[in-house]
């Protein structure tokens, strides 16, 4: 089976918002028949932050052509003020709030929360799929990558699960769901761009756990399920490596084991559906994922706008 680069983008960012809705339900419904009965009965499948801020990265994407981070925290900052009871972190908000009093840079608030440390939460990780689709197959995705996270997460670790998350998506786009899965050769692309060491262990870990089949009971712990990215995406590509082609088990098992459940589904599932495509997402979640229509129109924008950018690259260097 084939996939196209059209379907692998729709795929990403409609299957890791089902990912993020379907992990907050997990919250309330942390049984798998009782999460799947609820998500039968809902008639919406409604989203949360994970997905509010993607659709912001991608509509900045779309609109400027490139990353600008100051562009980008205006769009975070713009859509979180519409629609605040998307279930924000502290960080956000309150880098938004400098921004506004102080006249200062989004990177300058960012870096300035906890204790000046900036964080290194899963935040960056969670909503960057669309930039890992856009500079898909470019050598730089991953500094892109770390500079959309430095406005909200200036830790050189919030930082670097961003990279490692975005090349994964990137990464998985370029594979084809028909032929075997390299899971040793697909981590050690993610170690390659890797910079930190709680990361770079992590990723390690994943590699062994992996090699010896550890199920997801034993892998959890081991790899983390908290708010902080070396603590929760580790698990999320575990879950996709576990089960690469079934984008429902991959979703389960991401939210199912505990910890952050929505930001672990939205990970997880965003390099799912970028692998599988959107035929591979199940058709009735679909059809009750909240905003549907205007995420599908802005999947295909972004591939467009991505591909006229490679037709430019090749033109100019040619
Ligand atoms: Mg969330």
């Known amino acids: 089976m084939e996939k196209s680069l059209k379907?692998?983008?729709?795929?990403?960012?409609?299957?890791?918002?089902?990912?993020?809705?379907?992990?907050?339900?997990?919250?309330?419904?942390?049984?798998?028949?009782?999460?799947?009965?609820e998500v039968g009965r809902s008639r919406t499948l409604i989203y949360t932050d994970d997905t509010a801020m993607a659709l912001g990265l991608a509509r900045s994407l779309a609109e400027v052509g490139d990353l600008d981070q100051e562009q980008l925290g205006k769009r975070f900052r713009r859509d979180f003020e519409q629609e605040p009871w998307r279930g924000y972190?502290?960080?956000?908000?309150?880098?938004?709030?400098?921004v506004k009093s102080t006249g200062c840079t989004y990177v300058e608030a960012a870096r300035r929360i906890f204790r000046g440390e900036g964080s290194l939460g899963n935040g960056a990780a969670m909503r960057v799929a669309p930039l890992g689709l856009f500079f898909h197959g470019e050598p730089d995705l991953h500094k892109k990558a770390r500079a959309s996270a430095e406005i909200t997460h200036a830790h050189p670790v919030g930082m670097d699960g961003a990279a490692v998350q975005a090349t994964?998506?990137?990464?998985?786009?370029?594979?084809?769901?028909g032929e075997p899965l390299d899971i040793e050769k697909f981590v050690t692309v993610l170690q390659g761009i890797s910079s930190t060491t709680p990361i770079r262990e992590k990723l390690h870990l994943l590699k062994e756990l992996l090699s010896t089949?550890?199920?997801?009971?034993?892998?959890?712990?081991?790899?983390?399920?908290?708010?902080?990215?070396?603590?929760?995406?580790?698990?999320?590509?575990?879950?996709?490596?576990?089960?690469?082609?079934?984008?429902e088990e991959c979703l389960l098992c991401a939210v199912l084991h505990g910890g952050d459940?929505?930001?672990?589904?939205?990970?997880?599932?965003?390099?799912?559906?970028?692998?599988?495509?959107v035929e591979a997402l199940p058709r009735a979640w679909l059809d009750r994922l909240e905003n549907r229509q205007y995420m599908e129109g802005l999947a295909l924008d972004l591939h467009g706008r991505s591909e006229a950018r490679k037709g430019k690259r090749v033109f100019r260097t040619n």
């Open 261 to 277: 459940r929505d930001t672990l589904g939205a990970m997880a599932c965003a390099v799912s559906g970028a692998y599988l495509g």
């Open 168 to 177: 994964a998506v990137g990464l998985a786009l370029h594979l084809n769901p």
């Open 89 to 98: 972190a502290q960080g956000p908000p309150t880098i938004f709030s400098r």
């Open 213 to 247: 089949n550890a199920p997801p009971q034993e892998a959890a712990p081991l790899l983390g399920r908290t708010v902080a990215v070396h603590e929760s995406l580790p698990f999320a590509l575990y879950a996709f490596l576990k089960h690469p082609d079934a984008f």
């Open 7 to 37: 379907s692998g983008f729709m795929g990403s960012m409609l299957g890791s918002a089902l990912g993020d809705a379907v992990g907050e339900l997990a919250f309330r419904f942390p049984d798998k028949g009782a999460l799947l009965d």
